[in-house]
């Protein structure tokens, strides 16, 4: 279609701070799964845990 | 104005109307045709993508021993013959031997290309061959609905194709925007269910009580909870029916509560969630009788929670609106136990839908 616009779903990883509940969102790499152990907290320094996996479509 | 009795003019309207009367249906089968013919090949483009999605992934990960595009080729021609429904006492039994055998043989094969192969990895390999599977047989029979047609030159045989086409089409491509999603081990809209209970369970003792089902006990506001979902993170539904009759077998049950996807209807809101009663599961439906059976039986009341979604948001990566119902869900799933259940009562929850990406 001439006018129809391309979509794209991107997948990103929401962590959550055990300690300070903070979330953070980043692009999805292969391995993530969720309420797994992720990386450490920017804020804190305590470990985070994945919250949520999800897509988002961007349209071109 | 000579134009009314200008017999050049007169044969020029008369001409399309004796065409039309005529040959109508020709025309209109001509033109439907180059519609089916349309989808048809996309329906294909699909069919082969999957294949080939499929064999570069076993290559990829299995390392089988030798080269399996042959077996998976014969794979993908294999047929369930459904059972004789004539006489429909015993027929939900039948059917259930018919489906668990296939999905036995199946995992079988699959283990046949690489012996060594992991849990996780066999039921991401059997859901893109059911995918693949799914796809080969939908361009097979429209094919075939549409070359019939055709053969006969019968307008009508076609109507059939043409008014069906748009939802076959929505479902086939819904399935080949799920490959991406099972291959990488993403959640999927469908896996709400399982997201909601799954966290619930966390911190719980874990247990396997039927095959890929995974069982927890945890205690709420003095009530019992029996939480149930798939074993995840692979990419299964588990046996939720048979988990059941387990738990009721050695326990007073006061209530069900189930926590499905389900489809939303034309208008109505993606990631909305609404409260009902009967047990909300889908499938073939052997283990929705299952389940009703047995709540019937022991005279339980079963309540549902679902969040509706699209075809295509049910078996992709999972929506970010859907993600965010989550918490919303799990709040709504403790205040039905407190609603409908008294201290010291036991209840199962029931995480619904494939838990693809989804632990526990």
Redesign the interface.
Known sequence: MIFSKEKT?L??T?EKCTECEKSRKRD?V?GD????KSSNCSFCGKVTIIE?????ILER | MGDDTNPLMMLIWILPIILFVFYGQQIQLLVTSGEIKKGIKKLNGFRLNSKTELIDYVKDNLNPASDPTKKIEQFLDYFTIMPVDMDPGGIVEKVRHTVRSREDYTRNHIKSLSPGISDVELNRVQTLLEIASSLQMIHKIVNHMFLTAKKQKNYPLILPVQMILPFLMEHAEAMK?SIP?FK????LGDGIGP?VV??MM?DAEKEIISFQTALAKIEYEKRKLFLLKAEG?GSTVGRPDEALQKIVDDNKIDAVIMIDAALKMEGEDSASVARGFGAAIGGIGTEKFQIEHIATQNKIPIFSIIVKQSVKEAI?????E???Q?DNVRSQVYDMVLENTAEGQSVVIIGVGNTA????
Not at chain 1, 33 to 36: C, D, G, I, Y
Not at chain 1, 52 to 56: A, L, M, S
Not at chain 2, 184 to 187: A, D, L, M
């Open positions: 779903t997948a990103y929401v999805f292969q799964v969720l309420f797994t949520k996996i999800f897509g988002e | 925007s999603a990488t081990g993403q959640p997201m799954g966290k966390l993170p992709t990566l999972m929506s970010k859907i993600a965010d989550a990406g989804v632990p526990q």
